[in-house]
């Protein structure tokens, strides 16, 4: 099983097929793409998205079709719940083969570190973990922009309040060893079940986008 994430820096069209090609190549069962758009297409995938941004929305023009968060799956989508920006994150239960996985499709800070921005996102996230996880086997995925290891980036704080966040409901933060990583893929430490797990990177040389993408692999 295969869950991936990928910060698509808004799309160049010029670049848009190459996207779709290293896509089909890393041939994820879950992919969460940030900063995508409606003229991403994948054949024998399913898709929740958050809302389609408006022309001028929190002070930046957007393209028509741009949005901000989507999950992408090959298995069965079986509901959808409501999340607090539903401009910026999204949450789907699938069946997956180890069990009915609740994903959560995020950016943390949409204009990166900037404050109040940053907080205000972090704390909305952290009170949909409060309602949507108890209970449940939960994958968080997305751009937090946040960085585990290595520079603090933004801050200690942030990184703190994350990891503490984690351990309360018993996740594992999969990427955290990446050096220099903002896309998280954090997965319930009961649904990774001691399983043999592998990280891949691609687009490292940022030429595709300025996010390098990750998938996790679970044997």
Same mark, same amino acid.
């Given at each position: ?53 408006? $022309? ?7 393209? !028509? ?20 920006? $539903? ?25 990166? $570190? ?13 009170? !949909? ?51 220099? $990583?903002? !896309? ?36």
């Amino acid at each position: 099983m295969k869950i991936a994430t990928w910060n698509l820096e808004r799309l160049d069209k010029n670049k848009n097929q190459l996207i779709l090609d290293k896509i089909a190549e890393i041939n994820a069962d879950i992919f969460v793409l940030t900063e995508t758009n409606s003229a991403i297409k994948l054949d024998n995938y399913t898709c929740t998205s958050t809302e389609s941004l408006p $022309n001028e929305f929190d002070q930046i023009k957007y393209k !028509d079709g741009e949005n901000r968060t989507s999950i992408w799956t090959k298995y069965k989508i079986v509901e959808r719940h409501n999340t607090f920006d $539903n401009f910026t994150t999204v949450c789907s239960d699938i069946e997956t083969p180890f069990g009915l996985l609740r994903v959560y499709g995020t950016i943390i800070g949409v204009f990166a $570190n900037k404050q109040p921005r940053f907080d205000n996102d972090l704390k909305g996230n952290i009170e !949909d973990f409060e309602k949507l996880f108890p209970g449940r086997q939960v994958c968080i995925a997305g751009d937090f922009n946040v960085m585990f290891s290595g520079f603090a980036y933004p801050s200690h704080q942030a990184r703190q309040t994350l990891n503490e966040t984690f351990e309360k409901h018993n996740l594992t933060n999969t990427t955290a060893e990446q050096i220099e $990583n903002v !896309d998280q893929i954090v997965l319930s430490t009961d649904f990774l079940n001691s399983r043999k797990t592998v990280i891949k990177s691609w687009n490292d040389d940022k030429k595709l986008s300025d996010h390098t993408g990750y998938c996790l692999t679970i044997e």
